[in-house]
């Protein structure tokens, strides 16, 4: 198979995110699509003295979707249409407002009696829809069939995972008018920066908030371009707001710094360069301080400077030029999406581990009890990596991980020594560079090049054999896999998976811990399942973390032969091979380990 050259591959990836920042927002089939940004034409109703209202912790309203809908009907009884479950659960995720979603499959009376319920968690950017493709290909079905209550697991920003505040949204979306769509949610007020009023008087300010007495700030003409004030001041303001939130996040002055470039770029007058940096090093200064009404009046003022100084420039050049407001608008609608990506999709590969399943064990063992208060885990590609990562650290903190006994699909810790495809992302990892798109619209990137990946010049066809081997797959379920199996994910997560392809395998968040160090003190019985045309994580990169485990604890296979079948990532999972040499290997497995110890 020819290689997917990085740059090419770099490419499709910015293409699809700038896609991404600029779709409308439209209703989509999939509830693992990217949620639609809104493009928004008034960004507040309010007048610029006015102090705004707190910032938000979770999206705005034009990002609920499917998810949210479905999480809505779920609480009102009704399971929606792409969950093909006996049931669709929500568990809460503590300390957040994060609910994940558990498709749950009960077993049918006459299948053999199990001690110990079955959790199935998948790869990154993907829901659960790769483990129930169809009544005839479901792995989920399959596995409850055997007798096993069988639940998958959907984290935060997955499938019909939703967030309590687009639940609330979505309960309350009827009270608009058909036709109000996007224009409705434009007009409301963006929450950016809190009012003195509602801030905390008991703790003493340790910063002293400076005053700005620029005589031409002061003397500006309030009067000129009002709306496109009010909107740059909201953005900036909600920038300002969002600083104090993520102190340590250099995406933001990177975003900063972009906006400010493009802004100067408005203007043909160099001469006017030098007023512009100097308001913009203004604002960047207020950002650094503690979020008030005074601060939030300064930055308004110096946006009135600012098209002030942008509004003269373009009346003094000849010929006179026009549409200047124009893109100073559209520059600033760039800037608030980049935002609502940074605050919608903030979290990482320990979000997962650390939060979203030890939420979904705790929930499946209050639904689906059992005498010791263990669970057996199925992995795929990621949710086989989190299942490695969560028995390492129980190893190390000697705590009980509540697992019987897990089994990994095409999973690793550590891919150093293998030719692995995903090697290509890891030019991408330079936090300055990857940062700069928060999300990656990996669902949107698949849709868009697989309807013309079987086309001339064939350069994309590759792209399904990271999938799934050559004829492994019936063709309507590859299409249906690839078009509503992915979903978008943060950079957050690629930058910390991006981890085990250097030297000392995966880490967590700080680069502090290291998983592979700990596999030698599990207690956990292993499975591991390696494909022999994986070209995403091949045996190779399995047997590098089988390895690290106790012998007598892991058992470790390659399926395909020289010949044929061969399998690819997926196909583990879906191959139509898989029902009759994968799955009698997983369910032997599971059996000789779901004796309860007394």
């Not at 950017?125 to 493709?133: C, E, I, M, R």
């Not at 690839?482 to 030297?503: G, H, S």
Request: hydrophobic fraction near 40%; charged fraction near 20%.
């Amino acid at each position: 198979m020819p290689p997917l050259h990085g740059a090419n591959l770099r490419i499709l990836l910015a293409g699809a995110a700038a896609a991404h920042l600029s779709s409308s927002p439209v209703a989509r089939a999939s509830p693992c699509a990217p949620p639609a940004l809104l493009r928004l034409r008034a960004f507040a109703s309010y007048s610029a003295s006015e102090p705004p209202p707190p910032p938000p912790s979770s999206p705005a309203p034009s990002q609920v979707l499917a998810s949210a809908d479905a999480a809505c009907d779920c609480e009102q009884g009704a399971k929606p249409a792409i969950c093909t479950a006996d049931e669709l659960h929500y568990a809460p995720v503590p300390g957040t407002d994060w609910r994940i979603a558990l498709w749950r499959y009960r077993p049918p009376p006459e299948a053999p009696k199990r001690n110990h319920p079955l959790m199935l968690l998948s790869g990154v950017a993907t829901n659960a829809v790769g483990f129930d493709l169809s009544p005839g290909a479901s792995f989920a079905r399959h596995m409850s069939m055997q007798g096993f209550d069988t639940w998958i697991v959907e984290v935060r920003g997955a499938g019909l995972s939703t967030r309590g505040s687009e639940l609330a949204a979505a309960s309350t979306k009827s009270d608009l008018s058909p036709n109000s769509g996007v224009d409705e949610i434009s007009t409301k007020k963006v929450n950016v920066v809190p009012p003195a009023k509602e801030m905390s008087t008991n703790e003493p300010q340790s910063v002293e908030v400076p005053v700005l007495t620029d005589k031409n700030m002061v003397e500006t003409n309030t009067s000129e371009e009002p709306q496109l004030v009010t909107k740059l001041t909201n953005a900036l303001a909600r920038l300002s707001a969002t600083f104090s939130g993520y102190v340590n996040d250099s995406r933001l002055r990177n975003i900063a710094d972009s906006f400010f470039d493009r802004v100067t770029e408005l203007h043909p007058d160099d001469s006017l360069t030098t007023s512009i940096e100097e308001v913009a090093d203004k604002i960047l200064g207020l950002m650094e301080f503690p979020q008030t009404s005074a601060i939030y009046d300064q930055i308004s003022q110096l946006s009135q400077r600012l098209v002030k100084i942008l509004g003269e420039g373009q009346q003094n050049v000849s010929p006179r030029l026009f549409g200047w407001q124009e893109r100073l608008s559209a520059t600033i609608e760039d800037l608030q999406k980049q935002l609502e990506l940074i605050i919608s999709y903030d979290w990482d590969f320990d979000h997962y581990l650390e939060e979203d399943v030890p939420a979904a064990i705790d929930y499946i063992k209050q639904q689906s009890v059992t005498k010791d208060g263990k669970l057996l885990a199925i992995g795929h590609s990621m949710g086989g990596i989190l299942l490695y990562a969560m028995i390492s650290k129980c190893a190390f903190e000697g705590a009980d991980p509540e697992l019987a006994a897990i089994v990994t699909l095409a999973s690793s810790v550590d891919y150093t020594t293998s030719n692995s495809s995903l090697k290509l992302l890891v030019p991408l990892a330079d936090p300055a560079e990857m940062l700069r798109v928060p999300a990656i619209p990996l669902g949107t990137l698949l849709s868009t090049t697989y309807p013309i990946s079987s086309r001339a010049p064939y350069i994309l066809s590759l792209l399904r054999s990271q999938i799934s081997a050559k004829d492994m797959m019936d063709p309507e379920l590859l299409s249906k896999l690839i078009l509503n199996n992915f979903c978008t994910v943060p950079a957050k997560v690629l930058l910390q998976l991006t981890t085990a392809f250097r030297d000392g395998g995966l880490r967590n968040r700080t680069g502090t811990f290291f998983f592979k160090e700990h596999l030698l003190k599990i207690k956990v019985p292993v499975l591991a399942l390696a494909g022999d045309e994986d070209l995403i994580c091949p045996p190779e990169a399995v047997y590098e973390t089988v390895k690290l485990i106790p012998q007598h604890l892991v058992t470790y296979k390659v399926f395909g032969k020289p010949e044929g079948p061969h399998y690819a990532h997926y196909d583990l999972v879906g191959g139509r091979k898989a029902l009759h040499e994968v799955y009698p290997c997983i369910i032997e497995f599971l059996s000789q380990h779901d004796e309860v110890s007394s």
